[in-house]
Every structure is written in structure tokens, then in C-alpha cells.
């Protein structure tokens, strides 16, 4: 049962772009909603370029091995799909012989809310990037009745991908909870290149950036600065 009755709605960590950071953010919320008492659960309803859910490469398993209380239970629990080749969940379905359903998907969310709260869901690269035939990750959002919550690089061409973003969002009808940069590669992008990029993205697109997550050495025990994007997303 939850540990706390405070409800969160579905939460969809969408990025802007592949590898900017979605697993990370994913993390920090989960860290963050068990130390505030909530009882949350992450959900990677399609993972590629790994063969099962313990994989060297499976963002379940980086979560579960950074999340205190989730060290030692299946990772496979938080995969519905797993597919070997690194692309797009369509293709790599395909290539595996298989087909993913939405419907499959959108049941496992459903039994997951019955039980926690918030889950917190990780999609596959952007919002176009196909998970069907015909459905895209920004159509999975949808089918789940969830929020996104939008990962965006800190650094050059941020403010291109992001407010790409957040157009095909508003033009579905999603209102973003918030938009957080992640500046985790080896070298920082410059103070002044940030300040202008959240300054871009807020008034051209509208939504508010919650902070900018810096380079993490130990995910486990990440520092605190990290987390007050998300006590301005969530309180």
C-alpha cells in the first residue's frame, strides 16, 4: 500500500532528444518522491539496445541499483518490453520478431497506479520517435493519461530541440509540469550559454525551467542542489 495517500499523476519523463538524460531524471524523482513519503514506482514500458531487463545497459537496472530501496528486487518488474537493438522500439521490435501493443502498456500502467503513486514513466528518445506502426512516444502519453515532464540538454542546440518539444506538446494538448536541463557530460556548458537557454525556452515556449542538473559522480547519493528542480516542479 502507498505510504503516503498524497496523489501525483502520472508522470512521462519525454526528452528532447535521445541520451540527454531521461534515466537520470527518472532517478531524482524516485529518490526524491520516497524521501517525501509517497510511494512511487518507475515504469520503462519500452527499453532497446539490451537484451533483458538486468542488462549491463537496462535503465531499470541503473535505477534499481541507485535506489536504496529497490536494491535487490527484479528489474524486470519496471519493463514491459526489452528489445536488443539500440533504435527506435518500433524497429527494434521488428527486428526481434515482435510487436509492441499499446494496449499491453496502458493495462500494466493501469495495475501500477492501483498500487503506487506517482509512477514514474520513461519514454524511448522524443516525442516521434515510432512505437507501433502508426503511434509515436508523444501517442503513448496520451494513451496513458499521463504529464510530461520534458529532459532537455543544457548546452548548444537545446533551445532549438526543446522548444520543438514543447510546440508538438501544446499542439496536442499537454501541459508540460516542467522542463529540467541536464548538464552531465565532461565538460560544463558555460554559466551565460545556460542563463540564455532557459531565458529562450521560457519565453518563447511558455513553460517554466525548473533548474539545471549538473554532472552527478555517485547516482546513489546524488547532491542536494539536485533535487530543487524538482521541489519547484512538485513542492
Known amino acids: 500500500m502507498k505510504k503516503s495517500e498524497r496523489k501525483i499523476e502520472k508522470l512521462f519523463v519525454v ?32 527499453q532497446t539496445g539490451c ?95 499521463a504529464v510530461p515532464v520534458v529532459a532537455a540538454r543544457a548546452g548548444l542546440g537545446t533551445i532549438n530541440h526543446t522548444l520543438l518539444t514543447i510546440e508538438a506538446l501544446k499542439n496536442r494538448g499537454f501541459n508540460p509540469r516542467g522542463i529540467v536541463f541536464l548538464d552531465g557530460g565532461e565538460k560544463e556548458t558555460a554559466p551565460e550559454m545556460v542563463r540564455e537557454n532557459v531565458s529562450a525556452v521560457e519565453e518563447s515556449g511558455g513553460v517554466r525551467v525548473a533548474g539545471v542538473i549538473g554532472r552527478i559522480d555517485d547516482f546513489s547519493k546524488p547532491p542536494h542542489d539536485c533535487y530543487r528542480p524538482l521541489v519547484r516542479m512538485f513542492g
Open 15 to 46: 526528452g528532447t532528444d535521445t541520451g540527454v538524460g531521461k534515466t537520470v531524471l527518472s532517478l531524482l524523482m524516485m529518490q526524491f518522491f520516497l524521501a517525501r513519503g509517497y510511494d512511487p514506482f518507475y515504469l520503462k514500458p519500452v
Open 51 to 145: 537484451k533483458d531487463a538486468d542488462d549491463a545497459e537496462s535503465d531499470a537496472r541503473f535505477i534499481y541499483r541507485n535506489v536504496e530501496l529497490l536494491r535487490g528486487k527484479d528489474p524486470a518488474e519496471s519493463v514491459i518490453y526489452c528489445f536488443p537493438n539500440p533504435k527506435a522500439p518500433f524497429y527494434a521490435a521488428r527486428d526481434d520478431g515482435k510487436r509492441i501493443s499499446l494496449s499491453r502498456i496502458k493495462a500494466a500502467v493501469s495495475r501500477k497506479a492501483l498500487l503506487h503513486s506517482p509512477l514514474v514513466i520513461e519514454g524511448a528518445g522524443g516525442l516521434f520517435v515510432p512505437v507501433t506502426g502508426n503511434r509515436l512516444v508523444i501517442d503513448m502519453i496520451g494513451s496513458l493519461d
